[in-house]
T-cell receptor, first 115, second 115 residues
């Protein structure tokens, strides 16, 4: 299994508070991704990174920001959490070549509840 | 725009019966196709992938999938289902290119296995 950890694994927070989720990898892969999973929607890409300090938006990026200061860590921040951001968040990594044939490997997920 | 359709939300099969999960994609170029499985409370695990070559792809856990360009399909099959196969299955198409690779996921098919 790819060495991907996510923290925290579960979090309950209140509307309006900031939240940061962490993804840590030990594979030295260049590419990292944040997805959210919601019933009836499958997984949707929030943001991704193609290198240290290099990030870009996915299809559902509103209300989220990311940062990547080290190869191994990719942080997802909800600046002001809303109930619509209650979801399960998955981090993924892919191999260094970056072509779209690369396989993505997923972390265990973080379940976030915004009250 | 690229898209993936999994027309069956839930499927129930008896243990030992054969299984086919449907996946249709929309993509302008040669697609790169994936099947992932998600057990309850877990992350996504890659079952198999198709990039090129033989259109019948073998994966882990006894699964296979067949790419049919004329039907824009990539259906997942298993000849004899085990109780441990109960999970949610996601089809995905690789989209992007250049310095990025992105996965577009279907909404998933939840498989239940009856004893």
């Amino acid at each position: 299994d790819a060495g991907i950890t996510q923290s925290p694994r579960h979090k309950v927070t209140e509307t309006g508070t900031p939240v940061t989720l962490r993804c840590h990898q030990t594979e030295n892969h260049r590419y990292m991704y944040w997805y959210r999973q919601d019933p009836g929607h499958g997984l949707r890409l929030i943001h991704y990174s193609y290198g240290v300090k290099d990030t870009d938006k996915g299809e559902v990026s509103d209300g989220y920001s990311v940062s990547r200061s080290k190869t191994e860590d990719f942080l997802l921040t909800l600046e002001s959490a809303t109930s619509s951001q209650t979801s399960v968040y998955f981090c993924a990594i892919s191999e260094a070549s970056g072509g779209f044939t690369d396989t993505q490997y997923f972390g265990p997920g973080t379940r976030l509840t915004v009250l | 725009a690229q898209s993936v359709t999994q027309p069956d939300i839930h499927i129930t099969v008896s243990e030992g019966a054969s299984l086919e999960l449907r996946c249709n994609y929309s993509y302008g170029a040669t697609p790169y196709l994936f099947w992932y499985v998600q057990s309850p409370g877990q992350g996504l695990q890659l079952l198999l992938k198709y990039f090129s070559g033989d259109t019948l792809v073998q994966g882990i856990k006894g699964f296979e999938a067949e790419f049919k360009r004329s039907q824009s399909s990539f259906n997942l099959r298993k000849p004899s289902v085990h109780w441990s196969d109960a999970a949610e299955y996601f089809c995905a198409v690789g989209a992007g290119g250049g310095a990025t690779n992105k996965l577009i996921f279907g909404t998933g098919t939840l498989l239940a296995v009856q004893p």
